[in-house]
Every structure is written in C-alpha cells, then in structure tokens.
C-alpha cells in the first residue's frame, strides 16, 4: 500500500454501480477504497503533468476530462 500523503478527507457522490466498481477494485488490489481513490487522483495529475509514458507507445497519456 502507497503512503498516506496527508489526512484532509476528500469525497464524493456516485450511483451504486460506481460504488460497487471501486469496491471491488479496492479489493483486487488489496488496498483501502481511500487509497483506490488516492492512487486514481494521483495518476490524473501526473497524467496532467506530462509524465505517464504509454507503456506501448512511449507517447504521454493525456486524460482529458472536458465533456
């Protein structure tokens, strides 16, 4: 399990399918739903900030999230 980076709570609203997503992610990888959610965030930002490679490719995954 990564390190805790702080202990602000941040939370948010999802239907029931999106909750039973995460529960079960958080349960394949044998980590918290907290941590599931620190790890997605953490991933955008960086994904933000130029530096998630494509494993594949090499090209930088840009998440864009406008709709």
Aim: charged share 35%.
């Amino acid at each position: 399990m990564a390190d805790c980076h702080g202990d602000i709570p941040c939370s948010t609203k999802v239907d029931s399918s999106m909750r039973g997503f995460l529960e079960d992610e958080a349960d394949r990888l044998g980590v918290t739903k907290a941590e599931l959610h620190r790890r997605v965030l953490d991933f955008y930002r960086r994904s933000r900030e130029d530096e998630t490679p494509c494993p594949h490719c090499a090209e930088d995954i840009d998440i864009n999230l406008r709709s």
